[in-house]
Nanobody, 121 residues
Framework: QVQLVESGGGLVQAGGSLRLSCAASGSIFSINAMNWYRQALGKQRELVAA???????NYADAVKGRFTISRDNAKNTVYLQMNNLKPDDTAVYYC???????????????WGQGTQVTVSS
């Protein structure tokens, strides 16, 4: 089965940086879009950044200019570089990947376990 394992979260001061990673493993033929979501306490999960298989990116307005999403297709990994972090960025961050499994003809979405990012003021 496909698994997504996240890493890189932690506690930082406002203005600091973190780099999140999400690595997919398993019987994977290809990975389509890879996204980062976040969910703050008491709030809905929101899309933070998205990247297509071709490398096109989109960002939530709140993170534009500060966050950068990228992917390493050879490693089946998506990254989120977060700079100039703000307290409002505090949330659990989740990656999601749309994956075609080996031997299958349809795409399915898979989620990482989530990683906590806490930004202190």
């Amino acid at each position: 089965q496909v698994q997504l394992v996240e890493s890189g979260g932690g506690l930082v001061q406002a203005g600091g940086s973190l780099r999140l990673s999400c690595a997919a493993s398993g019987s994977i033929f290809s990975i389509n879009a890879m996204n980062w979501y976040r969910q703050a306490l008491g709030k809905q999960r929101e899309l933070v950044a998205a990247i297509t298989s071709g490398g096109s990116t989109n960002y939530a307005d709140a993170v534009k200019g500060r966050f950068t999403i990228s992917r390493d297709n050879a490693k089946n990994t998506v990254y989120l570089q977060m700079n100039n972090l703000k307290p409002d960025d505090t949330a659990v961050y989740y990656c999601k990947a749309r994956i075609l499994r080996t031997g299958w003809s349809t795409l399915n979405d898979y989620w990482g376990q989530g990683t906590q990012v806490t930004v202190s003021s």
